[in-house]
């Protein structure tokens, strides 16, 4: 296989609404939270892919929960990246912020970020423009959605809004490849926070017509969600001015409480 056959990148969708995404050059493969093996064995075999390492963002089982049948299946020597602490089943390499991830096979050279805030421990996967990949690529877990952002299981707004604050820096172009399709539920939320965001409202009608044709609202790009994304928008003021309406508070100093107020409200949506 020629080293600058351009990469890509699909879904394996996989229990309700996941999406393990795979990296691949035509013949070998990465994958990002593998929650489950089975439809990742099937899209190998189908495609006569080999997989040469797993990804994964944090320890959440539905994006840990195919590890161990995956090494089973295909060697317990398949590198397997993850974030520090416990609960990563077979994981063999700690990835910290600003390491440099090197794969030969399929070619691909990822930076790794670390995003605290849906977990404590949450990392992304960057690969900037390089000679097999022509827009960069953000693989980002549970932190950012299409028009949305995670929960926050164990970190708090602070951390949340630093994360996505690193990605809002990241090149516009980037391509975003969450873990979840939760963009039409996200989007009735974006627009009750901001109704009369134009990008918003003509988003919204695309996002359906993908979902009523059964394809991926994703990848997204950090460009488009800083433009409907409210928890990426908590600098902006219809923002600012819905989340001191919805809390009664008079003042929200910093984006962080923004997001607090937001992320609460979601929460409860
Ligand atoms: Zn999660
Ligand atoms: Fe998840």
């Not at 020629?2 to 995404?21: G, H, S």
């Not at 974030?83 to 390491?99: F, H, K, L, N, Y």
Request: proline letters at 7%; charged letters at 20%; hydrophobic letters at 40%.
């Amino acid at each position: 296989m020629d080293k600058n056959t351009l990469l890509q990148v699909w879904p394996i969708p996989a229990f309700d609404d996941n999406y393990i995404w795979r990296i691949h050059d035509g013949s070998a493969a990465l994958v990002v939270d593998p929650g489950d093996a089975g439809p990742v064995l099937k899209y190998l075999e189908r495609n006569k892919l080999s997989l040469s390492g797993i990804l994964i963002t944090h320890h959440h089982a539905d994006h840990t929960g195919g590890i161990l049948n995956l090494l089973e299946a295909l060697g317990s020597d398949l590198p397997v990246y993850g974030p520090v602490g416990d609960g990563i089943p077979g994981r063999a390499v700690v990835a910290m912020q600003d390491d440099k991830i090197e794969i030969p096979s399929p070619r691909i050279s990822l930076k790794v970020i670390e995003v605290p805030g849906h977990t404590l421990t949450h990392i992304a996967y960057f690969a900037n423009m390089q000679a097999n990949v022509v827009e960069p690529m953000l693989f980002c877990g549970d932190t950012l959605f299409a028009s949305g952002c995670g929960r926050l299981f164990e970190g708090t707004p602070t951390q949340m809004s630093e994360s996505l604050g690193k990605f809002a820096s990241l090149p516009k172009n980037t391509l975003v490849y969450c873990t979840h399709e939760y963009t039409l539920s996200n989007i009735r939320f974006a627009l009750a926070v901001e109704p009369n965001n134009l990008n918003l409202i003509s988003w919204s009608d695309r996002a359906h017509s993908l979902r009523n044709q059964k394809l991926p609202t994703l990848p997204t790009t950090i460009g488009q969600e800083l433009q409907v994304n409210p928890f990426m928008r908590c600098d902006q003021p219809e923002v600012i001015a819905m989340a001191k309406e919805v809390s009664g508070q008079d003042q929200l100093p910093t984006t962080a409480h923004v997001l607090a107020v937001i992320r609460a409200w979601k929460d409860r949506f």
